[in-house]
């Protein structure tokens, strides 16, 4: 049987991304909270820190791997639409909550079929991030979900980004559950990072066109 199963798991870690080896930049003081050691750190650098009223809040988030192994880290980083690791937060101004209203949806179309190995599925939910390395993406805050975005004022953005490493887990609709699954995920060589890591603090400026904040 594990002579069996061990291609599989072969070809689905060769076929995971894989982050390359950089040297960290020094940005803020992100804080953690992980279950072991300090094993993550997780940056948010905003791709401008003034924007006009009701403009879109473009943030790169880089998680890095500040320890000594391996680790699987979820796909996806920011979603508003579905549980995701990171949340976010703006204040320091009026007192808000990120809302949908009006003009704000989500829809999802992921489902597993009986075409959807092991391995298609870790790799779609799942990346490793090798020591010293980075995964990053840019995500976009609408002001839709955080009217702080459509008020003047200098917001404070800051985040938390959180897993409970369920390497099993998905949110995706399975119409033909894997039946060695548990036994696949034992096999693999890493473990899933789980804990809880608050970003660094940036200031963000809303104003309105032509005018600059103090």
């Given at each position: 049987m594990n002579a069996q199963r061990f291609p599989l798991l072969a070809i689905a870690v060769a076929l995971i991304p894989t982050l390359g080896v950089f040297q960290p930049l020094a940005f803020g003081d992100p804080?953690?909270?992980d279950t072991d050691s300090k094993r993550i750190e997780v940056r948010l650098i905003p791709i401008k820190k003034s924007i006009k009223v009701g403009e879109v809040l473009n943030v790169r988030v880089e998680i890095w791997n500040v320890g000594s192994e391996p680790l699987f880290i979820e796909e996806t980083i920011?979603?508003?639409c579905t549980p995701s690791p990171l949340s976010l937060r703006l204040d320091l101004g009026p007192s808000m909550k990120p809302q949908t209203g009006p003009g704000f949806g989500c829809a999802s179309d992921c489902v597993y079929t009986?075409?959807?190995s092991f391995a298609r599925r870790l790799v779609y939910r799942w990346a490793v991030l090798q020591p010293g390395g980075f995964y990053g993406r840019v995500i976009s805050v609408q002001p839709e979900s955080f009217p702080q975005l459509s008020t003047p004022g200098r917001w404070r953005l800051s985040g938390t980004?959180?897993?409970i490493g369920n390497l099993s887990s998905s949110f995706c609709w399975d119409m033909a559950?894997?039946?060695d699954n548990e036994e696949q995920i034992k096999g693999l060589p890493y473990e899933?990072?789980?804990g809880v890591v608050f970003t660094n603090t940036v200031w963000i400026e809303v104003v309105v066109l032509g005018v600059q904040l103090r």
């Open positions: 804080q953690t909270q920011y979603d508003p009986a075409k959807d980004y959180k897993s559950p894997l039946p899933a990072w789980q």
